[in-house]
């Protein structure tokens, strides 16, 4: 990160790297899946303002609350996710943590507080028929993996009567 001292109240600016890992299906914009999108921000600038500032860079006009920036970090071989407070300063964490990745990554991702309040009510529905989807879907499979479990039965109690 390259850190510019700014004013007397030693406030300073640099670069960020925010990775962009949204699944839900989207049909008001398009992002590639794991696109890595560097901004400069100020020391001041919170995670709020961050999230604010990516969605308007990408013309989304989702709501804010619907997205959340994680902090990923990777220890025993393992990637851990820990959600930023809205007041939190990104840039001072990453000037922190030093540039290692491993040590801190930045993640943009939907926010899994269940804050269902901030999609409309064609959003639920959508995901409600997307839902009912999924659940036919699995119920199949499984009555599927069982009718051939019977089948087989049934065939071994044949080979096995007089």
Not at 62 to 73: G, S
Not at 111 to 136: C, D, M, R, Y
């Amino acid at each position: 990160a390259t850190l510019n001292i700014q004013a007397a109240d030693g406030s300073f600016t640099g670069f960020i790297k925010v990775h962009l890992r949204l699944s839900r299906p989207r049909t008001s914009f398009y992002l590639p899946c794991d696109c890595v999108k560097q901004i400069h921000i100020g020391s001041l600038t919170t995670t709020s303002e961050v999230i604010q500032g990516l969605l308007k860079k990408f013309m989304v006009l989702d709501d804010p609350r619907k997205f959340a920036l994680y902090r990923q970090t990777h220890r025993d071989g393992q990637d851990l996710f820990q959600k930023l407070p809205l007041s939190e300063h990104p840039l001072v964490l990453r000037l922190k943590a030093g540039p290692d990745p491993e040590q801190l990554t930045f993640v943009l991702k939907e926010n899994e507080t269940g804050e269902w309040h901030a999609f409309s009510v064609p959003e639920l529905q959508n995901f409600l028929v997307i839902l009912e989807k999924e659940e036919a879907e699995r119920v199949r499979a499984v009555q599927q993996k069982y009718t051939i479990y019977r089948q087989k039965l049934q065939q071994a109690l044949q080979q096995h009567s007089p």
